[in-house]
């Protein structure tokens, strides 16, 4: 049963770009979560997803930044135009349970933006 | 005030001491509790579940305090391999969200 699984790994984008980025979580589990880590802080929540639908947003800026967790597919977290200070690591997490259970956690992919 | 708070450190210890970590959180109607560990540029990993009675996995001991709001984690005979960021987690099944700490930054020393 592969883990979490995140790409890519590491993103270069220049200002302006878009960047998407991509998890596709655990076997059997519906729930995902994105975070956000700037270096030497901790996880910031951004958003909680089940299948097709936002449950939770209230982490997530309110322009440039979107997410998606399609009935087939990896979820996406996408970032329009983006800026220097949204240079960070993005780490996804998925869950079986509402909550309740483990998250568990992919590698993350680590955006920088020149 | 923050939903779930720790002492970010860092706890600087010699090999073999024991150290304890503390997290209050402010939802009263938490439901599940965890500790994660993060080493550097890495992905967290769950190292605990954190259960009303208490729990103890080895060199590990996980404390809960519904009355006060708090968790613990008591890490004794300290390697230095226990070296890294602990984070304490939070569950709210009526909230469906996972609230992680900030993180406490413990180093072991030889």
């Known amino acids: 049963n592969a883990g979490v699984m995140q790409n890519p790994r590491h993103l270069v984008r220049r200002r302006g770009q878009e960047a998407r980025l991509r998890c596709s979580p655990m076997?059997?589990?519906?729930?995902v979560y994105w975070y956000r880590q700037l270096p030497e802080e901790g996880l910031k929540f951004m958003v909680y997803?089940?299948?097709?639908?936002?449950?939770?947003e209230s982490g997530m800026p309110k322009e440039r930044f979107s997410a998606e967790f399609p009935k087939e597919g990896p979820s996406i977290l996408r970032i329009q135009q983006v800026v220097r200070g949204d240079s960070a690591a993005y780490f996804c997490?998925?869950?079986?349970?509402?909550?309740?259970?483990?998250?568990?956690f992919g590698q993350g992919t680590r955006l920088t933006v020149v | 005030r923050k939903e779930v708070e720790q002492d970010p450190g860092p706890f600087n210890v010699p090999e073999g001491a024991t150290v304890a970590f503390n997290c209050t959180y402010s939802?009263?109607?938490?439901?599940?509790f965890f500790w994660y560990r993060q080493d550097c540029r890495k992905e967290p990993k769950l190292l605990m579940s954190?259960?009303?009675s208490g729990n103890e996995d080895g060199r590990f001991t996980a404390q809960l305090n519904r009355a006060s709001q708090y968790i613990s984690l008591l890490i004794r005979d300290s390697k230095l391999s226990d070296s890294a960021t602990y984070l304490c987690?939070?569950?709210?099944?009526?909230?469906?969200?996972?609230?992680f700490g900030a993180g406490t930054r413990l180093f072991v020393k030889a």
């Open positions: 997803l089940q299948k097709e639908n936002i449950i939770d």
């Open positions: 076997k059997g589990h519906s729930h």
């Open positions: 997490a998925s869950s079986l349970g509402q909550g309740n259970t483990e998250a568990f």
């Open positions: 987690v939070v569950a709210n099944t009526g909230g469906f969200k996972t609230i």
């Open positions: 939802n009263s109607a938490s439901q599940s």
């Open positions: 954190v259960y009303s």
